[in-house]
């Protein structure tokens, strides 16, 4: 059984390191970001978790918006 703090591992690394710094952008400008990673810090979960969360919602962000042909919505 592991105890203590736990590490991200999972998934590729060159992505994970390419989406880091727009996931900061990210988590500031895109409301829908924004409201996710806070929902998940107001549960509990520690800040590199929700980052992580936040980064594959952009990803299935990105694809809807690559799959439809569409711009990102700037307000």
């Given at each position: 059984?592991?105890?203590?703090?736990?590490?991200?591992?999972?998934?590729?690394?060159?992505?994970?390191?390419?989406?880091?710094?727009?996931?900061?952008?990210?988590?500031?400008?895109?409301?829908?970001?924004?409201?996710?990673?806070?929902?998940?810090?107001?549960?509990?979960?520690?800040?590199?978790?929700?980052?992580?969360?936040?980064?594959?919602?952009?990803?299935?962000?990105?694809?809807?918006?690559?799959?439809e042909g569409k711009k990102m919505e700037r307000k």
């Amino acid at each position: 059984m592991m105890r203590g703090k736990r590490t991200i591992g999972g998934g590729r690394v060159e992505i994970r390191n390419a989406l880091f710094m727009p996931i900061i952008v990210a988590k500031r400008y895109n409301p829908k970001i924004k409201a996710f990673y806070d929902r998940l810090i107001e549960r509990g979960k520690p800040k590199m978790v929700a980052l992580m969360a936040a980064m594959r919602k952009l990803l299935t962000i990105l694809n809807v918006m690559i799959r439809e042909g569409k711009k990102m919505e700037r307000k």
